[in-house]
């Protein structure tokens, strides 16, 4: 019997390892990919996370990971495949036929980031292709790049980019925007963001890096535009499919918390990206991680009290 289980070992997930090691909790962290880290490994360079300015995304998580190693955390790799509650405690199951029994659960399994699905994407993701503006944008001053998509996210992620790029392509597959229509207004304001409606891209080229899109218009029409940065905004998927039923999700499936990372589920505790929360970055995953051992410590005390 654990004191907590922690699920998922990104960002989130590790700095709930640390804290729950520092806190001298008896937990494990159950985490699908060998040595994974999460998301941030595909980053090519993160600098705004503060004292590490300029580090690669799969050096800063293997820093993260190192640290709960050295404090002594265990790592499981196995896919979890069902959550279950068991006499007050929870019961978390894998594909391997194995069961783990704890008092709580910290659930930091974060999201997908929703794909094109198209010719060059997974080659240059990295190399060109983001999901991130925020973490990326700073890295095309005075260069092109396009958005993809038509939501809040994408027209934010384009008024964003166009304080670096000399030149934003917004391309957009329908006729109209979705997102609010004040920022609808901002981004025809902005001289520098050129919007491309009812058109697809349908494949990213490059050479080492990323240096062309191609994209159709509904009419068929076929172009090639010369851009270095792709980024994508086509929404992002939540991994909480194994607490529906069990957590309150919200309508786009986010886990609803606030930092206290607090549950309507007793004993199940959420951190990163797979919260429902403004802004989803390396910091903010980290902070709820911390925050989540402190709920979890007062929750088994508690427990303790009755």
Known sequence: MYDCIILGSGCA??????????AKLNNIVIEKVYQGTGQIADSERVDNYMGLYGEDGFSLGMKFRQHAETLGTQFVEATVIRIKPSDGNWKVFTNEGNVWESKSIIYALGTERRKLDIK??????????SYCAVCDGAFYREKTVAVIGGGDTALGDALLLAKFAEKVYLIHRRETFRANKTVQENIRCVKNIECIMNTNIIEITGEKRVNAIKTVSTSGEEKTLTVNGVFVAVGSIPNSALLSGIAELDKNGYVIADESGITTAKGIFVAGDVRTKKLRQVITAGADGANCVLSVEEYLNQRKSR
């Open 120 to 129: 060059g994407e997974k080659e240059y993701t990295g190399k060109g292709v």
């Open 13 to 22: 997930g590790l700095s709930s390892a640390i804290y729950a090691q520092r």
